[in-house]
């Protein structure tokens, strides 16, 4: 049995037909799950997530629950060996490698985090973005102002070499040699 077989039998479960009902007529934002074991907290997610029309943030105790969760996630959506532009998992991690230490900037979960407020900022699908409190405490910069300093560079058009590194400077950029 695949997981989308898994998925598509499970998504004819009664219980799970509830919470889809409840989840659309529902005057919250918030819907709170309790007495879900294993990965099955997972299953509920990717089985009614093609169910509602309502992007999923899904927030756990800790980092590495949050990790587990991402994980199983991308096995049951399938989504593990997909090309980024074509996902709807993300992953919204802390910035720091360590919570407690403010010096130690991870800059794969920089890049990650940005990647995941891009997306949000500017892409009309609905996503899941899974995350834990540490890193939705974090700072992030409004859309408004995020749009407002992008510059959207397109294949074929013509910019000035001089003019992004004028703006990259005024931005605060350094200018290094490579750039990962």
């Not at 990647?115 to 409004?142: D, G």
């Not at 004028?166 to 490579?178: I, K, P, Q, S, T």
């Amino acid at each position: 049995m695949t997981a989308v077989d898994l998925i598509k039998k499970y998504k004819d479960h009664p219980k799970l037909k509830q919470f889809v009902e409840l989840a659309k007529d529902s005057n919250s934002d918030f819907i709170g799950i309790s007495g879900l074991s294993g990965s099955s907290a997972s299953l509920l997610c990717a089985s009614s997530f093609d169910l509602l029309s309502q992007p999923f943030v899904i927030i756990l105790s800790d980092k590495e629950d949050a990790a587990y969760f991402f994980n199983d996630l991308e096995n049951l959506m399938e989504e593990k060996d997909l090309p980024y532009e074509k996902r709807r998992t993300f992953i919204f991690p802390s910035s720091y490698k360590n919570n407690g230490n403010i010096d130690d900037v991870s800059s794969a979960n920089v890049l990650l985090r940005s990647e995941v407020v891009n997306k949000l900022a500017f892409e009309k699908k609905k996503f899941i973005i899974v995350t834990y409190p540490e890193a939705v405490a974090e700072k992030v910069v409004s859309k408004k102002v995020l749009k407002k300093n992008t510059l959207s560079l397109h294949r074929g058009e013509n910019t000035s070499v001089d003019f992004i590194v004028e703006l990259l400077n005024e931005y605060g950029f350094d200018r290094v040699d490579f750039v990962v």
